[in-house]
């Protein structure tokens, strides 16, 4: 998939980098499939503050596609090694400036019972926070910086 293509067609892996407006719906109805009777859809937003930075108003996230789909790719098939019945998986995120309230990342997984898709939805967006290269700058009223939480980039588990 090239970057800011969001088709929902990709077999039962749906990863995606892209300055389009996350597909939140969409995502949740591809994630469907009959037996599969769970889904559980994580969507992280900009919010108002940071810490230290009250009043924040934007963010800009710095994603290069051809280094960041790999590694979602390599937290899917990580996530799949560990849950085998996962039946689809997305993982979409934006890039470029959003305003608060705008959906920054999605995560959206289908296993046949809850507990297992609570359990792989969780491991994915952590994994994601710690092992994909985005870059995040902050906007506040006080300035604009890049954000105080980064981190090593850390290598995806299997």
């Not at 710095?62 to 560990?82: F, G, K, N, T």
């Amino acid at each position: 998939m090239t970057p800011g293509e969001l088709q929902g067609d990709q077999g039962q892996d749906w990863i995606a980098v892209t300055e389009r407006a996350l597909p939140v719906d969409r995502a949740l109805a591809w994630a469907t499939e009959p037996g599969c009777g769970a889904i559980v859809t994580f969507c992280g937003t900009v919010r108002d503050h940071s810490p230290g930075r009250r009043s924040v108003t934007s963010l800009e996230y710095e994603v290069y596609p051809e280094h960041a789909i790999p590694r979602l790719e390599e937290v899917a098939a990580s996530a799949r090694s560990r849950w085998p019945m996962i039946g689809r998986l997305a993982l979409l995120h934006r890039s470029g400036r959003l305003v608060v309230g705008e959906v920054s990342v999605v995560v959206a997984v289908s296993t046949p019972h809850r507990a297992e898709a609570f359990d792989s939805a969780e491991y994915c967006i952590d994994t994601l926070k710690h092992t994909v290269p985005v870059w995040k700058r902050e906007t506040w009223a006080g300035g604009t910086d890049w954000s105080w939480c980064a981190h090593e980039i850390e290598d995806v588990g299997t």
